[in-house]
């Protein structure tokens, strides 16, 4: 196995970071999980271009050819399937320092780690997720994607403590998100989800699950929505780029409609596999 520092490719152990990495001291730095099937990332584009918008959003200056980096270090590490972890932090002065300056040099750190491929895996190998509802602790610029996940751990953690897989945070009566997933409620066939603001992270797996929504002409709406319209959901999922679309069985131990995966994500998870399929196969 080999990770990737700062323009080379070492073990793990080679690698190394400055203690006074801005990354390590204040969660300095912007990051993203990005899948690769048989050695191919799934929506690379719409992951790099978020990760422009991260850096952009916090002013961290890093311009290295992403994709030739993330593919070689797939390569290197056999192909197949493997979740990469890519951060870029702002670097370091050398000493602690609240301040910073363009001087710096950012940190680049990449790494991966096997997935399972749940597409080619079949919806039956699906479990379904039990969740908890819980206050929305995090900062209000969900939206870049920063490596400052302490309110997401400690509530995530919580959700665990209770048996369940995530937590759904509820911020000034709304739901948002999950700590590490978007949402989406169905009701008599239409799909609701939180509408793309700063409360969120604009999943990119969010926004495939509308576009595949809108070519099968299954409507959708981007809305609010309140903790208490979960009890009267037809089926909850939430979505991520290492879980894809995920039914949701219980909320706070109760069973969302029948507690069944829903015939809707059944058909999303069709398309899901159908459109990883395309992009494997370039039919
Ligand atoms: N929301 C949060 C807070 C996340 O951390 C993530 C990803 O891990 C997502 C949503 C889903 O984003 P994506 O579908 O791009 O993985």
Known sequence: ???????????????????????????????????????????????????????????????????????????????GNLSVYLQVSRGSAGYRTHTYDDSMRPTVFACTSPIRDIYSDGAEQIQGYNVIVTADLRWRRCDIKSTGLLPNILVLQQAREAGADEALLVRDGLLSEGTSSNLFVVKQGVIYTPKRSSEILGGTTRELI????????????????????????DEVWISSSTRGVMPVLTIDGEPVADGQKGPLWHRMFDLFTRFQHRLMTGE
Do not use: C, K
């Open 1 to 79: 196995e080999v990770v990737y520092l700062n323009g080379r490719f070492v073990a793990p152990d080679q690698a190394q970071v400055s203690v006074f990495d801005r990354g390590f001291l204040f969660a300095d730095s912007v990051y993203e999980v990005i899948p690769y099937y048989r050695g191919v990332g799934f929506r690379l584009q719409q992951h790099l271009d978020r990760l422009a918008y991260s850096l952009r959003a916090v002013r961290i200056q890093a311009d290295e050819d992403w994709a030739a980096i993330l593919d070689e270090l797939v390569r290197r590490n056999g192909g």
């Open 210 to 233: 509308l576009e595949l929504a809108s070519e099968a002409g299954i409507p959708y709406q981007e809305v609010d929505i309140r903790p208490e319209e979960l009890a009267t959901a």
